[in-house]
């Protein structure tokens, strides 16, 4: 596991979009696994940047989300499939047919998750996996649990996340309960992980997943197993590592 710590938030987004655009360069028609949050808003600015001035194409990249609020449609200004059209895909030249999300608007879970899993199926493995971290060590929507959850799954969010997000809805019970994510083994799966944090309120987690004990209780602390492994911090969310 690699840790880089920058300064600021703006230095993470430089170094995160450098190691997506070098993936982009090296492998044009890659699949690339996306995150939703706060946290990669940088990235995506600094991408469509790049793509702007003509030194990346996103012409053949194939790009799989991480999940989506079950209930949800696309055009739902609170939905993945929405922020990552309006922060990423309706400013570069992806063609919007090879960029998945779960479907939110799917109400059988089961068809859900097996419809998505064969899309990672028929894509996989993932060459770069990017991920931020939950306040309680969620990636994607994998919540702390007994287990770690294979494949695509509908989990209950926990209240820690449903808190978390509620600032970006006009009250916390339009916050969805559920949501569709991939599993953590197809996050294992993927052949590069580069995940990112800032800010302050992330120290203690990103001190606990990445040099704590391996735990369900923790998702993002299997991260340690994988061989592959990035993590940009900024100053605040890397006070507490050494
Ligand atoms: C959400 C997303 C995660 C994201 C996390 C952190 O719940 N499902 O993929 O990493 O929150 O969000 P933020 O970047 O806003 O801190």
């Given at each position: 596991?690699?840790?880089?710590?920058?300064?600021?938030?703006?230095?993470?987004?430089?170094?995160?979009?450098?190691?997506?655009?070098?993936?982009?360069?090296?492998?044009?028609?890659?699949?690339?696994?996306?995150?939703?949050?706060?946290?990669?808003?940088?990235?995506?600015?600094?991408?469509?940047?790049?793509?702007?001035?003509?030194?990346?194409?996103?012409?053949?990249?194939?790009?799989?989300?991480?999940?989506?609020?079950?209930?949800?449609?696309?055009?739902?200004?609170?939905?993945?499939?929405?922020?990552?059209?309006?922060?990423?895909?309706?400013?570069?030249?992806?063609?919007?047919?090879?960029?998945?999300?779960?479907?939110?608007?799917?109400?059988?879970?089961?068809?859900?998750?097996?419809?998505?899993?064969?899309?990672?199926?028929?894509?996989?493995?993932?060459?770069?996996?990017?991920?931020?971290?939950?306040?309680?060590?969620?990636?994607?929507?994998?919540?702390?649990?007994?287990?770690?959850?294979?494949?695509?799954?509908?989990?209950?969010?926990?209240?820690?996340?449903?808190?978390?997000?509620?600032?970006?809805?006009?009250?916390?019970?339009?916050?969805?309960?559920?949501?569709?994510?991939?599993?953590?083994?197809?996050?294992?799966?993927?052949?590069?992980?580069?995940?990112?944090?800032?800010?302050?309120?992330?120290?203690?987690?990103?001190?606990?997943?990445?040099?704590?004990?391996?735990?369900?209780?923790?998702?993002?602390?299997?991260?340690?197993l994988h061989g592959d492994v990035t993590v940009v911090v900024d100053a605040e969310a890397g006070k507490l590592l050494d």
């Open positions: 596991m690699k840790i880089i710590k920058t300064n600021t938030y703006e230095d993470m987004s430089r170094i995160a979009a450098n190691l997506i655009a070098s993936q982009v360069t090296v492998k044009p028609n890659c699949v690339l696994g996306l995150a939703t949050g706060s946290t990669p808003i940088g990235t995506y600015e600094e991408l469509v940047k790049r793509v702007k001035s003509g030194e990346l194409d996103f012409s053949e990249v194939t790009s799989i989300n991480l999940d989506e609020y079950k209930g949800l449609s696309p055009e739902n200004d609170q939905s993945y499939r929405y922020f990552m059209n309006e922060h990423l895909f309706n400013h570069i030249n992806i063609k919007k047919e090879n960029t998945y999300v779960p479907n939110g608007l799917e109400a059988d879970a089961v068809k859900a998750c097996a419809d998505y899993d064969a899309i990672i199926k028929k894509f996989g493995p993932i060459d770069l996996q990017l991920l931020g971290l939950g306040p309680n060590g969620h990636i994607g929507f994998n919540e702390p649990a007994d287990h770690f959850v294979p494949s695509t799954n509908c989990v209950d969010l926990a209240q820690a996340t449903i808190d978390a997000n509620a600032r970006f809805f006009s009250s916390i019970d339009e916050v969805p309960k559920q949501a569709y994510t991939m599993g953590i083994g197809t996050i294992m799966q993927a052949k590069k992980v580069l995940i990112i944090a800032n800010g302050a309120k992330k120290a203690e987690i990103v001190k606990k997943a990445f040099f704590g004990p391996v735990s369900p209780q923790v998702p993002a602390s299997i991260l340690q």
